[in-house]
Each structure stands twice: as C-alpha cells, then as structure tokens.
T-cell receptor
Framework: AQKVTQAQTEISVVEKEDVTLDCVYE???????LFWYKQPPSGELVFLIR??????QNEISGRYSWNFQKSTSSFNFTITASQVVDSAVYFC??????????????FGQGTTLQVKP | NAGVTQTPKFRVLKTGQSMTLLCAQD?????MYWYRQDPGMGLRLIHY???????AKGEVPDGYNVSRLKKQNFLLGLESAAPSQTSVYFC????????????????FGEGSWLTVV
C-alpha cells in the first residue's frame, strides 16, 4: 500500500531562518510521482512541484529547493531565508505511475509552518 | 480562466439533510476527484472518475455518492448528512498524458466548507 508520512506536525521559525520539511513515502510501484502543495491561510491548494521517480535531480526554484532520495524514500523541501508569507500548511503527496496512472493522490498529514517576524 | 470551480463554498446542514456539491472544470480533463480534508489527516480521496459516465470509490467513500453525467461536471452527494462529514471538500481534475513518464498535472478547486450540526 502507498503511504506518505510527514512527521513534523508544526514548525515555528523566525524570519530569515532556513527550514526543511520532511516527507517519507512508501510504495511498491517503480514508477510514481511526488508532489508538494502549499495551503495558505486562505485555504486553497497551491501546486509547488512534481517529480517523477526516474528523476532524482534536486531542484531549486528561488528560495525553494527539493531533495529527492530514492535510497531513503524521502522527498524533502527546504525554504531558504524564510519569510512571513511562507506561513502555511505544506502537503507532500504521492501518485502511482505507469500506464494505469489515474492521478489519484495519497497525501501526508501536512506540516504547519509558522514564520515569525 | 476558471479552471476548477466548486459550489457552494460554504454550507451548514442539519443532521439528516441532503445536499450536492458541484464541481465544474473547463479544461476538458478526463479525470476528476473529490477529496476531504480533516485536521491532522491531510486530504483523503472520496471518489473519483476517469471519464464521463464512470465513477470509482476512493479511500473514504462511505456516506457519499457521485455522478459524472457530463465530462465537465462531477457531483458529490450527501444523502443523509452526519456530523462526521463536517469537513473541507476539494475537487480536482487532471488530464491523461500518453507519454509514459510525463505524469498528470492536477488542478484543485478552492474548497467547500461544510458543517453538519
């Protein structure tokens, strides 16, 4: 069975600190996709990144970076020089891959990030 | 661009009442989904559809019914609402990419807040 675990329920940092959100997943599929979503206080889900299981390159987008390690089944998300606007709930999610891919997502429990000024 | 639109956005129901949540997408997507979000549990899949006229159960389907009579619409019904169905409901849609590793881009609606008293 597929599973996503975000062990950090809440994280509180002071502005400009770096913060890493952990995500560990379980799947028997050899082809799969990993996602990160942001949910700001307004409630909508904002897509951040999608990574497929055959692409282990780390990715950087501005202050955001992602570290994908198949050996440890982890897909961690780092925010560099955090800002108050980064305060949100962040979700990691997993989707099956291959020809039968229906796009169903398995979400982690979410990590609430509070960035204090 | 409307994307994925959910109606209503807020609703208060009494136990035993029925209601229907409507999801509409204007991207000609084949796949549509209904998720519910509860504190500390992330989002969980209720039902999904892989095309017009098809529906399938997700992780937490009990107490809900769905219909997809038109490709652009996916309806979620509560026949007899219970307090346990108090939640935030998200609809999503995605297309099917025929390239093997390209994956699905999944678009979410803004959410519907439902309270059952």
């Amino acid at each position: 069975a597929q599973k996503v675990t975000q062990a950090q329920t809440e994280i509180s940092v002071v502005e400009k600190e770096d913060v890493t959100l952990d995500c560990v997943y379980e799947t028997r599929d050899t082809t799969y996709y990993l996602f990160w979503y942001k949910q700001p206080p307004s409630g909508e889900l904002v897509f951040l990144i999608r990574r497929n299981s055959f692409d282990e390159q780390n990715e950087i987008s501005g202050r955001y970076s992602w570290n994908f390690q198949k050996s440890t089944s982890s897909f961690n998300f780092t925010i560099t020089a955090s800002q108050v606007v980064d305060s949100a709930v962040y979700f990691c999610a997993l989707s099956e891959g291959g020809s039968g891919n229906t796009g169903k997502l398995i979400f982690g429990q979410g990590t609430t990030l509070q960035v204090k000024p | 661009n409307a994307g994925v639109t959910q109606t209503p956005k807020f609703r208060v129901l009494k136990t035993g009442q029925s209601m229907t949540l409507l999801c509409a997408q204007d991207m000609n997507h084949e796949y549509m989904y209904w998720y519910r979000q509860d504190p500390g549990m992330g989002l969980r899949l209720i039902h999904y559809s892989v095309g017009e006229g098809t529906t399938a159960k997700g992780e937490v389907p009990d107490g809900y019914n769905v219909s997809r009579l038109k490709k652009q619409n996916f309806l979620l019904g509560l026949e007899s609402a219970a307090p346990s169905q108090t939640s935030v409901y998200f609809c999503a849609s995605s297309s099917y990419f025929r390239q093997r590793f390209s994956g699905n881009t999944i678009y979410f609606g803004e959410g519907s807040w439902l309270t059952v008293v």
